[in-house]
T-cell receptor, first 113, second 118 residues
């Protein structure tokens, strides 16, 4: 158990809809990261937050947004969903935003039909 | 941007055999990490390497941070059926964002799928 909690585990929704994925980092970790994993793209970095502030952006679509709350949990919002958004979405956390290893949750499997 | 080439893409071995996989990059990384992912779960950290030339073991696993800082390998000795999974290398470097703040950016390899036959 990495200590990173993600909910829900599975999500099935229709195209055009909006969903919210939730992540609670490990106790003591201030930094939260979101990754997307699809079969043909591997693990793609989406966005990083540190202590409530956005720190880095990766290949995140404009339809996607995220935030980190004062209690350090984070939410990833996916809107106007398309079939191609079906993937595993992972949250990871680390102590800082620099060189400490990332610890991953077990992911949310999103299926868009 | 940073690119990692991980090889082999897949391996089929017999229980008891040793395994070796590696990652190379055209750019320098400051940290190398190796993760294992089981079906339906998130990647789990196996080994973290912080210095060029560093050789670190974790049980039957051994990993090294290449001296050029552009490569790393992972060896698994005496494989067992529970070693089955996908192994990812990841390299960390420190770009600076638009606000002038340096941060760690982790880039993942494409993974090595390991199958162990009993």
């Amino acid at each position: 158990d990495s200590g990173v909690t993600q909910t829900p585990k599975h999500l099935i929704t229709a195209t055009g809809q909006r969903v919210t994925l939730r992540c609670s980092p490990r106790s003591g970790d201030l930094s939260v990261y979101w990754y997307q994993q699809s079969l043909d793209q591997g693990l793609q970095f989406l966005i990083q937050y540190y202590n409530g502030e956005e720190r880095a952006k990766g290949n995140i679509l404009e339809r996607f947004s995220a935030q980190q709350f004062p209690d350090l949990h984070s939410e990833l919002n996916l809107s106007s969903l398309e079939l191609g958004d079906s993937a595993l979405y992972f949250c990871a956390s680390s102590v800082d935003t620099y060189n400490s290893p990332l610890h991953f949750g077990n992911g949310t499997r999103l299926t868009v039909t | 941007g940073q690119q990692l080439n991980q090889s082999p893409q897949s391996m089929f071995i017999q229980e008891g055999e040793d395994v070796s996989m590696n990652c190379t990059s055209s750019s320098i990384f400051n940290t190398w990490l190796w993760y294992k992912q089981d079906p339906g779960e998130g990647p789990v950290l196996l080994i973290a390497l912080y210095k060029a030339g560093e050789l670190t073991s974790n049980g039957r696993l051994t990993a090294q941070f290449g001296i050029t800082r552009k490569d790393s390998f992972l060896n698994i000795s005496a494989s067992i059926p529970s070693d089955v999974g996908i192994y990812f290398c990841a390299g960390n470097h420190f770009p600076t964002n638009a606000g002038g703040t340096s941060y760690g950016k982790l880039t993942f390899g494409q993974g090595t799928i390991l199958t162990v036959h009993p």
